[in-house]
């Protein structure tokens, strides 16, 4: 760390922990659901438990994303952060926005619209932290007018992702066109805005962690979101096949979507190229495995099982069936969850001063949410098997056909079990390192 | 190649591809009057469709195949159940099997059920490009010749889409309003099960039995082919 105010990360990044915990802990309420007569139907049922889910992995993702940001566009620009008050009001808002959601979500309050239930009040209270957090994030840019690649390809995806959530805000009296526009949301935030932070952020990790030429880096950042794009916006076209949209859209779609796992196998090549050609001896080798890592699964969950389900072929008897829940769950798993807990193991031991951070909980960490995410995104996918044949295939009844998927959402409850405890040992090691450090430095303050 | 070319192919090839999304989303719009009927998207329809997001429906449901996995997908909903079978189960959505997944009652008004009903028959008709397709095969039993276990299978799954199982009961399993239909096969012929599906009044000018006019010749034989196999 290198400025004080790269400090403000720090609450980012405890928020984030904590919600992705809780995120897990919906899921599990949500699996049983699946296995056994359901005893919260009339507290807590399917829809509401899975809106809070999903919209709490968003808000925890935001807060890694955005914690990232504070820390590293301050390096990249090499002065303070335009306005740390903003930036605390920013979080404070952000933060009251997702408790008054979650409360809201279980009184009912909601847009009822999948991943957008949030009542359009508060879509516009996230507009306002959003533009807040550009502005910040842009005065502070522009301060000292050193602009690189790493930041300028954030501070677009940042621009991307609240220019896109604008679409998800109106209310659209057409079923078909809703929809259209709800992917322009969901598939161009974490096909499009989403990778381009992604990208930016770990970018400039494996510069810091390798020491390889910042030119290099860059360039293949350049050339990495280049293809990213290209493939991914046409692909939102893997959306529009059975919506009610034309049918160009099956070849519009299917040949780019089939193209989106080009990208992050570069992305794999690139990162593995990194950090073999790394010029510096990494100290802090669990930032490794969880770049590497990342790299890897966000090709398996993202690109191996995207690809699985993209050409039209398999997706019209695939499409509204849990194949696409085990999709979801690998890929937000791979592509973005692991690569803000690298963003976090790399920037919270700065932070704090800590020149050797104890590995062991964040590697026990890594194996057992991997391993579980693997379970779960299998047996996901082997319930999605039968499902697509029984229903689809055969044209049983879909209560029938949830009879014989049983087995395999059981197998995902224990996954779902052991990700939860991967989860809880990631957040105590956070909490720890947030928490003990603070101490030292109050110390440290007392002696000077 | 350096970082200034790379920087270029990106910032061109993503205006392009821009562009031509734009474009297609542009001709997309054209489509769409004549793919959804916008004739028929109606205020009612609308308001419908506020009910629908107003109870969260869609966490659970499936529309378009979008939405929750939990529950069975709406799009043709109103072609395979029926209005009235809609209305009823809207009102009063309940399940004779206390092991299966069950849909909370949203408590909806008349005037709430008719919206949303209405909504549904707007859905049904969007052109989806054939999606949910057809099944390629109907589901087989062992024992029977092919085509009349595959015509049963068939009616089995006609017999639950239609919630016979809310009044009948089969091998202990499904309500009490009507009589236990275990062993119906040996008791009653092909005809005289057909007439009391499509008209009870025929059989039993006192029974309490619904008729079910909108079941297609093909979906009548089927269950009844399921029927006769209780014995």
Known sequence: MTYESQKIALKYFVISAI????????????????????PLIGILPFNTARAIHTNLLV?????GFMGGTYYVVPEESQTEIYSKKLANLQFWLL??????????????????RPLLELPVELKWAIVLVALIFIFNVFLTMIKTKKWTAIQGLLLGGIVMLAVM?????????????????????????????????????????????????????????YIEVALVLFTGIIGTGHHYYWIGTPGYWLWWGGIFSALEPVPILFMVFDTLNHVRHGKIEVTNRLVLYWAVGCAIYHFIGAGVWGIAHTLPIVNRW???TQVTASHG???????????????????????????KLSQRSGLWAFWIMTISMTVMGLAFGAAGIIQSYMQR???????????????????????????????????????????????????????? | MGKKTARNIFIWSTVICTIVFIWLTIDTHSTIPKRTNTDKLTDEVVLGKRVWHKYNCNDCHTILGIGGYYAPDMTKVYSSRGESWLKAFLKNPQTPDPERRKMPNQGLSEDEINKLVAFLKWVDGIDTNEWPPKPVKVAKAPGVPVEEKALASKGKNLYYQNRCDLCHKIGGVGGTAGPDISKVGSKRDKEWLTTQIKNPKANNPNTG?????????DDLQAIVSFLMEQK
Do not use: C
């Not at chain 1, 808000?59 to 807060?63: C, E, K, S």
């Open chain 2, 209 to 217: 039995m619904p008729a079910f006019p909108n079941l297609s010749e």
């Open chain 1, 393 to 448: 295939g055969l044209g049983m009844d879909f209560l029938t056909v949830q009879g014989f998927m049983k087995p395999w959402f059981k197998v995902v409850f224990f996954g779902g079990l052991g990700f939860f405890i991967g989860v809880l040992i990631y957040i105590f090691d956070i909490l720890k390192l947030a928490a003990t450090q603070t101490l030292k430095v109050e110390q440290t303050g007392l002696k000077s």
């Open chain 1, 165 to 221: 959530w604008l679409f998800g805000i109106p209310f659209f009296k057409n079923l078909t066109i809703d929809y259209y526009y709800w992917w322009w949301v969901i598939h161009l935030w974490v096909e499009g805005a989403w990778e381009l932070i992604a990208a930016s952020l770990m970018a400039f990790i494996l510069l810091k962690i390798t020491g390889v030429d910042r030119h290099i880096i860059e360039k293949w950042l």
């Open chain 1, 329 to 355: 769950h690998m890929a937000f798993f791979g592509a973005y969850a692991m690569l803000i807990i690298t963003i976090i193991y790399y920037a919270l031991p700065k932070l704090k001063g800590v020149e």
């Open chain 1, 318 to 320: 695939t499409h509204g």
């Open chain 1, 59 to 63: 808000v925890w993702m935001i807060f």
């Open chain 1, 95 to 112: 933060l009251l926005g997702g408790l008054v959601a979650v409360i809201g979500f279980l009184l009912g309050w909601t847009a009822g």
């Open chain 1, 19 to 38: 919600f992705f915990g809780l995120q897990v802990i919906l899921g599990i309420l949500l699996i049983l659901k699946y296995i056994w007569p359901d």
